[in-house]
Every structure is written in C-alpha cells, then in structure tokens.
C-alpha cells in the first residue's frame, strides 16, 4: 500500500510549542516523513490547562482534524461526539494529550525544553537580502534544557508558540500605568477560575477588571455570580472603547454560547442595582501595590476626570501580542499595527471587514499569506494573528494543511481530505 511518508524523508521540521496547533503540525509532518522535533518551554498544552475551566465556544467537530481523529482512533482511542461541548480542560484530557503520546509523535516533544532564538547557520539578518541565498543554511537553534544550552540545526521552522505567555499592558495606549510594571506579580492577566479554584482570592472583595473582550466577558459572570452568594463582593469592570454595551453582539450569531456570554455580560452591566458597575470609556492610568493592606490604589481617568480607587483584585484581561525575541535576527515582515506577518496580516484585515468582525466567517487566507522573506520559516497559530483576537482553531488547521503545501510544494496536498488507511501506515521503527 502505498503511503505519504516519503514525500519529507530526510527533511528537518522543527514545530515551537507543544500548544494545539503545534501538535497538529508536527502531526502533519511526521505524517509526511520528516524528522520531528517539538520544543515546548513547559508541559504540553499547558495554557489550554489553565483556562482549562472555560467552555469553548465551538463543538468538538470543529476542534480537531480528521488526520488527529484517524491518528488517535488507529492507537485504540474513542473521541467525544463532534457536536459535544468541552470544557478546555476536557479538551485537553480527550484529544491533545492523548494525541502527543501517538507513535507519530512520542518521544518528539521536549518539555521543559525551550527555544530561545532562532537563527540562520553563520547568516546575519542582513544577509542575502531578496537573492535566496538564505535557503543555503540550515536554521541554528538554541535550545535551553535542564542539562545546559546547545545547538540544534533545521530545516524548516514552524513557530505555534502562542501569545498566551505575553500579555498586554493594562495601561491607557498599550503604555504601562504608572507603577504597573513593579505591581504586575500581583495583577491577573488571564481568565482565572474566579468562582473554582481561586474563589477565595475574590469571593468578598472588591475586584477591579479591565477589558473589553470575551475574555473579560467571562471574567465579569463569574464574578457576578460570586456577587450572589456574597454581597460583600463587588466588581468595576473597566472598558476602553465607549460604547452602548461592553460587548457588541454578533447578528445572527452562528455560536450559540458566545451569543450567550454576551447577551449575560451585557445586561449585567445594564443593571444599576446589581454588585457589578460598567464603566466604559475608561482608562488606568497607575497603579500601587500595598502588601501591607493586601490591595491596590488605582488612577482610573474617565473623561469626566482621574479619581484614586482602592481594589482588592485587580484582573486584566486585556489581550496578548506575539514575542518577536525568536527570530529578531531573521527577515520577518511584521505588521505595523498588528504585529502578525505582513502578508497574513493584510490579508486578515481584509477578510475581518468583508466578515463583520465575525471569526467564524474570516475563513482560510491562503498559503501564500503564509510566506515570509524568510525561506522556510513559518508563524502559524494565535501568534500569526498578533494582536487580532479573532483566530479560531480552525484557522490554525487551515494554516497547517496550507504551510505543508507550500514546503512539498504539491498545491493539492490536504492529508485532513484524504480518505484510507494509508495515512496511518507508518515504516517500521
């Protein structure tokens, strides 16, 4: 029988992260014959686990691929129903994990492993600027490990390394508050489990939240719904843009759950009677951590004026950009406004404004979005998008199915269409 694992025989496929779309595309290229490394700074699927406690919006169906689901059910493994809804913790229990463990992809992945620059052999960033000579060198990597640093080589680089570890500042313009940068060890600035695992941080206190997205969103119902069972709980959610609701509903949503956080978070800033006060228009302009008091003084500007608030919590849910320090010293065209690569990412504005700012009808961008000046250097995922909160996973599979089309140079390639056994029938050893 004839089978696909000879198309990258011999190729050097190095994926950074061990992330969701890191492990669909190392999944991609072992499948493909390429020798596979997975670097991974932590745990697999680590920042899944630590919004583990947040439904997805999307059914199961749309959160994984046809080459996982075949790779997993060929190592004996059952998978929930497409149309279940998860948790990102059940997600993560059901499909990654188990998927990182599969012949294709065991003993692939170092954790505790991370990649801290990447470069390109004896090549300076200026070198061989538009010629194509950079293709000539492999990729140098250096690797930090618990048993020192070294050097790893590649062939072509897959950056699925994420945004979640790189927050926004809080700040007004994306500048830190005053004092912000001393008081961060004590702010939030994810979507923590406010009414599980950290209830006793928040439950009873006064809570400062800063966002304008889902996130925030989420953030805002637990802590209403802490606000029921304490009314010693109170909660100023703080919006930037000045608007008539803190999140603007979809028409015609196609996700349900999402049209549902919106329609809980908008009216429970529409009540002036409940524990939770809105304010939209608003801004931080400084911030002091008191550890005697165990709170904060906070500078909110409105456009009526600055006034100090004292808050117990203060929980910043204001978004991530990409962490450009991997491949600074390659040609990486990076988007003025977004951070994302240049080419996806005008690609990506266009394709937001013809969608109404709905991420489920964005859709696939093309490989050639894909490219950078860089041969064989690729950003896939969240970090691809920058600081567009718009990328649903199944962008990033999209992305996969696209980038290897670009490496093999086969246009028609799409292992997520194919049908048969052939796909799983890996070489002995």
């Known amino acids: 029988m004839q089978t696909l694992h000879h198309i990258l025989a011999g190729r050097r496929v190095a994926v950074i992260g061990a992330g969701p779309i890191g492990l669909e595309a190392a999944l991609y290229a072992a499948t493909l014959g390429a020798s596979v490394r997975v670097y991974e700074r932590g745990t697999i699927a680590a920042s899944v686990g630590d919004w583990g406690h947040i439904p997805l919006f999307t059914a199961f169906g749309l959160n994984h691929t046809v080459l996982g689901r075949r790779t997993l059910e060929a190592a004996g ?55 194509g000579g950079r293709s000539s060198q492999p990729f140098r990597l250096l690797v930090r490990s618990p048993a020192g640093e070294r050097y790893d080589e590649a062939d072509v680089v897959l950056d699925c390394s994420g945004t979640y570890m790189n927050p926004n500042w809080l700040g007004l313009g994306g500048v830190p508050a005053l004092g912000e940068a001393a008081a961060r060890p004590h702010i939030d600035y994810h979507p923590i489990d406010v009414a599980g695992t950290e209830r006793g941080r928040f439950v009873g206190r006064r809570v400062l939240l800063v966002g304008g997205g889902y996130s925030a969103a989420t953030t805002a119902v637990a802590l209403a719904g802490l606000a029921l069972e304490d009314a010693r709980t109170e909660v100023l959610w703080v919006t930037r843009v000045p608007r008539e609701v803190p999140i603007t509903p979809i028409e015609a949503d196609a996700l349900p759950r999402r049209a549902e956080l919106a ?161 799983l029938a890996y070489p002995d050893g």
């Open 77 to 131: 493994r059952s998978l929930p129903d497409d149309d279940a809804a998860l948790t990102g913790e059940q997600w993560r229990a059901a499909y990654l994990l188990p998927l990182a463990v599969t012949p294709p992809l065991e003993g692939s992945i170092l954790e505790g492993s991370p990649l801290v620059t990447v470069g390109r052999g004896e090549l300076l960033k200026g070198d061989h600027i538009g010629d």
């Open 263 to 423: 329609a809980a978070a908008n009216l429970l800033a529409s009540d002036p009677a409940g524990q939770l006060t809105w304010l939209a228009g608003g801004g931080i302009t400084a911030i002091e951590w008191l550890p005697d008091a165990d709170a904060f003084e906070v500078d909110l500007q409105t456009a009526a004026a600055t006034k100090r608030v004292t808050v117990d919590r203060v929980i910043a849910n204001v978004g991530y950009e990409p962490d450009d320090a991997l491949y600074r010293g390659l040609q990486i065209h990076e988007c003025y406004a977004s951070r994302g690569p240049m080419k996806l990412a005008a690609a990506l504005l266009s394709a937001t404004a013809a969608a109404g700012g709905d991420c489920m009808k964005v859709g696939g961008l093309g490989p050639e979005a894909l490219a950078n000046p860089e041969p064989d250097f690729f950003i896939l995922g969240a970090k691809s998008y920058g600081r567009n909160s718009l990328f649903l996973l199944g962008n990033g599979h999209e992305q996969v199915r696209d980038v290897f089309r670009l490496i093999t140079g086969d246009r028609e390639l799409d292992l997520y269409a194919a049908a048969g056994e052939a796909l």
